[in-house]
């Protein structure tokens, strides 16, 4: 089964697919978003094409654990997409997904001699929550 990773932004959504063993998380594509509507039916098509089973939205929460405005758009968000396309919608924590995906962009950017490009930081950041949420799974957690 294929899982989708979605890191929700206030201007963009990164999008990660795992492979169909759910061993691997691989940053896929970004959208930009023009209003929630517009933004599943865009998450919807990917993941129609893409054989998705399955969503894992980043949940946002403050380094204490505690919900910020940010939380509860991204659980509204989880829960619409779960109505409108009938998959499983899981929420995974993304506290510091940003971070480290800079971190990581940085590091094979300067390998490369470059510079990341636009939603870069939100495709590695969607890769990350979910290769976290496979990790977990597989373990058992």
């Known amino acids: 089964m294929r899982i989708m990773g979605i890191d929700l932004g206030s201007r963009r959504i990164g999008i990660a697919l795992s492979d169909a063993t759910e061993i691997m998380a691989t940053p896929f594509s970004t ?3 023009d209003d929630s509507d517009d933004a599943i039916a865009k998450i919807m098509s990917l993941a129609r094409e893409e054989s998705v089973e399955a969503y894992v939205v980043g949940l946002p929460l403050s ?6 405005e940010q939380t509860q758009i991204s659980r509204d968000f989880a829960d619409q997409l779960a109505s409108m396309s009938g998959l499983t919608v899981q929420l995974a924590d993304e506290r510091l997904s940003s ?3 800079n ?3 940085k ?3 300067a390998a490369k001699g470059g510079r ?3 939603g870069e930081t939100d495709r ?3 890769a990350i ?4 949420f496979l990790d977990t799974k597989r373990a058992g957690c």
């Open 99 to 101: 971070r480290a995906a």
């Open 63 to 68: 380094l204490s654990g505690e919900d910020t």
């Open 31 to 33: 959208i930009h978003l």
């Open 124 to 126: 590695v950041a969607a």
């Open 129 to 132: 929550i979910l290769q976290t």
């Open 103 to 105: 971190s990581v962009i």
């Open 116 to 118: 990341s490009g636009s």
């Open 107 to 109: 590091q094979v950017g």
